[in-house]
Structure formats: structure tokens, C-alpha cells
């Protein structure tokens, strides 16, 4: 087939073929009455399955050429300096806080029995990291309909042995990034903001607009194909800051102390002549560990994905919002919010909403509700662990002092036991909207 031609051209021919499958194969049908709503779906075209095939043809395979353009687009996109792709979002989450580890922090190094302030009512990877390595999580409340940090408790959480605050913006809408940034400044803390439920959220400070994941010491994405954009798997790191990138760079690509590229050599031009540690003079540099380390590193062929997502990422957060205050206000005309607490965003907040939360007022049955949203073929999701510390992994460290819990997290159980989700993905549709706020509304009046 290709015996005439030369490589560009085969590719081009391959990569045309390509598009042409995927605008027949891969196009979705338009939604109609009684077909499944799914809370999250991949919103994506040719130019992703191209870009895919592009990479495979060159069979690099882990990263290179598409991993510089994207994480290169990224930063661009938040403003910001710094940015490493990594393999997910729960691994960005485990590198930004074993960044903080690193020695080279010296008196703001986080060690083993110091505390990490964070909450209870969200995703268990914001804390695990801190649980594996021997830091004490201290649990604080939420509010409700933020569904995001009580910051009142942010004092009374403060011991002398506080070193980072963790903190999720939970699905999508901000937290109260003012307040928590004038804490650790005064107490001299790392923020770390896991912002992979709120890519392209925004906050106001002082007059300035910020894209959340940029205000802290270090942000965090992923790239799953539920979130606000997708490389199947993927996530990144990123940060403002040259020695943080630095460390993140070293943990993420084995612990080593080169920063060559993969498949590249001596950039620093002294690969055989430093001295580290107590290894021998001249020791090869690409082979001297300065962390303990992982390899976190993404492929070529997940950022060829990243790459032509990000081209259209803007417009995914415009439908999120549209989808969002579609639902909000026909609930609202529904008369739903006598039974529903419906979210409120953070003051001083556009957010890029993940999905659409909701609370059972008293006397509002949440399993009644959610069983018949689902009999009707609509995806619901509980605030994804509601409490952690009621869940089966704190069970061989329970009532220990691995971990701590300031007051008594009212609002995170009432969250446990009350309140449920559902999603507003770019290519739901005005018809899916209003077929999951009519849903809604119906099973509202079953009691």
C-alpha cells in the first residue's frame, strides 16, 4: 500500500484515514427520551484519536515531543511557570506531597509526625500520601452548600507541629482561597491545592482573578475521563516555584538528580565529574538518586490526547457553567429547593463545576431519591467518601494518633448520610438537563 511512498506521506494517508473512522465510527448519537444520562462521559473528536495514532506511529511511547507541547500548553493556559505531566491524579496528588518532603527545603521540610490540615469529606488521595509517609492528617469540617473547608477551624486545627494544609475545591466550586492563604502565610504553611475536580475554576483576590491550582505552593490535576478533560489516565503537578519544580521533577522521574529528558545525555555537561553523597568522583550523574523516588511519568501517546484537549478546554468549561445554572434554576422553578439544599458557590468565585450537589433537607429521604433518579436512568454519585474516617482503611488505625479530628465534623456526616450528585458534562444537552431536573422534581414528590 505505502510501497511508493515516503514515511511523511504514509503517515499522512494513515492519519486521514483515521479522521475518517472516527467522524464515522466514533460519532455519538443524538440523546433521546429514556436513554441512560451518565454522570461523566469523554467529550472528545478526531483530532484526539489522530493525535493518539500520530504518537503510536513514532513508538516513542513514554514521554517526549507531546509531553513538552503539553505540559508547555498547560502552563501557558493557568499562567503559570512550572508543569509535569504525570500518570494520574491520585500520583500528582502523592508527588506535590513528597515534594514537600525533600531535604532541600531544610527548615520547611515536612517530616514524619508532622500535621497536614485538610478535611474529611472528600476524595481519599488528597490524604493518603500523608497517611504512608507518617504526617498526622487533622480533620476539620465543611459548610454546607459549599461543601468546602469550615475555615473557622483553620486556628483551632494549628498546632507547633502544623507544616502544609491539603485541601480539594470541591467539585469545582473554590474554596475560600483568601482566608486560607492568609493563614499560611502567617503561620508559614504549604498550600497545596487539589484542584482535580476544578480545572479552570477561578478566584478573585484583592481585585485579581486566579485559576484555581495556581494560588498555592503547588497544584494538582488529573486527567481521568469523568474530569473537565481527559488523557484516559493521566494528571500533573504544577507550581511557581524553580526549587519545588525542581524536587518534583527529581521524585517524579525516579529520584534522580539528573534533569536530563528521556533519552537524553549530560545536559548539564559534568555527567562524569560531580561528587555526590559517597559515591565515587565522577559517578555517572544519571544514575545518582538525590529522593527516593517513583516513575510517575505519563506516555507520549496520553499527552498527544492532553494536547488536543486542551485546544478545546475553554469551551468545556462554558457548557459546564450553562448546564450548571440550566439545572440550578429549573429545580429552583420546580419548587425543588424546599426539599433540596442546592449549591451555593465560594464568595468571590466563577467555578468550572465538576458535577451538580445536593442535600436532603429533614424529612427528605436520600435513598428514596437516589433510587428512583437511577431507576429512571440517570447517574448519581455520593460526595465520593462522605466521611473517610468511617470507611474501612482507618479501621487498624482507628482512635490512634495517626490522625487527628478537630470538633466533631457535623456537616461531613450530615453529607455522609444526606446528600448526592449528579453531573453537567459538556455534551449534556439543554433536553438531558431538563430530563434530569423533571427526574428530580418527580421523585421529590414520591413522599
Request: aromatic share 10%; net charge neutral; proline share 4%.
Amino acid at each position: 500500500m505505502f510501497e511508493n511512498h515516503t514515511e511523511e506521506q504514509a503517515r499522512k494517508e494513515i492519519l486521514s484515514l483515521v479522521e475518517e473512522y472516527c467522524n464515522k465510527f466514533h460519532k455519538k448519537a443524538e440523546y433521546k427520551e429514556g436513554d441512560r444520562i451518565p454522570y461523566a462521559s469523554r467529550v472528545y473528536d478526531s483530532k484526539e484519536m489522530t493525535n493518539l495514532v500520530d504518537s503510536s506511529l513514532e513508538f516513542w511511547l513514554t514521554s517526549g515531543r507531546y509531553t513538552r507541547e503539553f505540559e508547555k500548553k498547560f502552563a501557558e493556559f493557568l499562567k503559570i511557570k512550572y508543569c509535569s505531566l504525570v500518570n494520574s491524579g491520585s500520583s500528582a496528588n502523592l508527588l506535590a506531597f513528597m515534594t514537600l518532603t525533600s531535604p532541600l527545603l531544610k527548615e520547611r521540610q515536612v517530616k514524619r509526625g508532622d500535621e497536614m490540615i485538610t478535611v474529611a469529606a472528600g476524595f481519599p488521595t488528597t490524604v493518603t500520601p500523608a497517611l504512608q509517609y507518617g504526617v498526622v492528617p487533622v480533620f476539620v469540617d465543611v459548610t454546607i452548600p459549599q461543601y468546602n473547608i469550615d475555615v473557622t477551624y483553620l486556628e483551632k486545627a494549628l498546632s507547633d507541629k502544623t507544616k502544609v494544609v491539603m485541601i480539594a475545591h470541591t467539585l469545582g466550586n473554590p474554596f475560600d482561597l483568601k482566608t486560607v492563604v492568609e493563614f499560611c502565610k502567617k503561620h508559614n504553611l504549604w498550600l497545596i491545592e487539589d484542584n482535580c475536580d476544578a480545572l479552570g475554576s477561578k478566584y478573585t483576590i484583592d481585585g485579581k482573578e486566579y485559576l484555581t491550582g495556581t494560588v498555592g505552593d503547588i497544584g494538582t490535576s488529573s486527567f481521568y475521563p469523568p474530569h473537565h478533560m481527559t488523557m484516559g489516565e493521566g494528571g500533573a503537578v504544577y507550581t511557581n516555584n524553580p526549587l519545588l519544580h525542581k524536587i518534583i521533577r527529581s521524585i517524579r522521574d525516579w529520584g534522580r538528580e539528573c534533569m536530563c529528558s528521556s533519552g537524553q545525555d549530560n545536559l548539564c555537561g559534568h555527567r562524569f565529574d560531580g561528587q555526590f553523597g559517597e559515591l565515587p568522583r565522577g559517578y555517572d550523574h544519571k544514575y545518582v538518586y538525590s529522593h527516593f523516588g517513583y516513575n510517575l511519568k505519563a506516555t507520549d501517546m496520553q499527552a498527544a490526547v492532553g494536547v488536543a484537549q486542551i485546544e478545546k478546554f475553554p469551551t468545556f468549561v462554558e457548557r459546564r457553567k450553562h448546564n450548571f445554572s440550566r439545572l440550578h434554576d429549573n429545580l429552583v422553578k420546580g419548587g425543588a429547593d424546599e426539599k433540596l439544599i442546592l449549591p451555593v458557590p465560594c464568595e468571590n468565585s466563577d467555578p468550572s463545576w465538576f458535577g451538580f450537589m445536593m442535600t436532603c433537607k429533614n424529612g427528605t429521604d436520600r435513598n428514596k431519591i437516589v433510587k428512583y433518579i437511577e431507576n429512571k436512568k440517570i447517574q448519581t454519585r455520593m460526595l465520593f467518601a462522605g466521611n473517610i474516617i468511617k470507611h474501612p482503611c482507618f479501621d487498624s488505625i482507628r482512635n490512634t494518633d495517626a490522625y487527628r479530628v478537630v470538633g466533631n465534623l457535623e456537616n461531613t456526616d450530615y453529607i455522609m448520610n444526606n446528600t448526592f450528585w449528579v453531573g453537567v458534562y459538556p455534551r449534556m444537552t439543554d433536553k438531558m438537563i431538563d430530563t434530569m431536573s423533571n427526574t428530580i422534581i418527580e421523585a421529590l414528590e414520591l413522599k
